[in-house]
């Protein structure tokens, strides 16, 4: 019975020290890719803008007659990074704006009224001073399906 012991105590030792070498490997990880990606966290990737007071940050990139302004939905981090490899496939093609609304990716957080009014005056303000005119071809994600609705109702002429 004593052996048995020994041999399950041993195990579990094992594990533990196994369990602890993985700990401390995943954390130099994350330290070394912290400090490889801290010049893409601290500084923005896209044109940072005034609205309503504050910064909101505007991504534009490639080349066309048509404008595809991508909308994200919401709980995204940052719209510019997240939807990237999308965006890539058409910028020989289109011109791109990726909007990061406010609370989101290299925008200001803020304390405002979040209402789809709201957050469609704000975004036409913000490519209105990144000197981005319609018409657009509007490209919602999740959330922001609802916001593309009620903006084409609301300016069709602009979409």
């Known amino acids: 019975m004593k052996k048995a012991l020994k041999v399950v105590g041993r195990?579990?030792?094992?594990f533990l020290a196994l369990e602890l070498i993985a700990f401390?490997?995943?954390?130099?990880?994350?330290?070394?890719?912290?400090?490889?990606?801290r010049s893409i966290l601290e500084t923005p990737v896209g044109q940072l803008v005034e609205v309503d007071g504050n910064n909101m940050c505007v991504y534009?990139?490639?080349?066309?007659?048509?404008?595809?302004?991508?909308?994200?939905?919401?709980?995204?981090?940052?719209?510019?990074?997240?939807?990237?490899?999308?965006?890539?496939?058409?910028?020989?093609d289109y011109r791109i704006v990726v909007i990061e609304r406010f609370g989101y990716g290299y925008s200001d957080n803020v304390d405002s009224e979040r209402s789809f009014d709201t957050?469609?005056?704000q975004d036409r303000a913000a490519l209105s001073a990144a000197g981005i005119d319609g018409s657009y071809i509007?490209?919602?994600h999740s959330l922001s399906g609802l916001e593309s609705l009620l903006w084409a109702q609301t300016y069709p002429e602009e979409v």
């Open 24 to 37: 401390i490997a995943l954390f130099v990880f994350n330290r070394v890719m912290l400090k490889k990606e």
């Open 138 to 140: 509007l490209c919602p």
């Open 11 to 14: 195990i579990i030792l094992v």
């Open 119 to 121: 957050i469609i005056r």
């Open 60 to 92: 534009t990139g490639g080349e066309g007659e048509h404008t595809i302004v991508f909308l994200s939905g919401w709980g995204v981090a940052s719209p510019i990074m997240d939807l990237r490899s999308l965006y890539e496939l058409l910028d020989d």
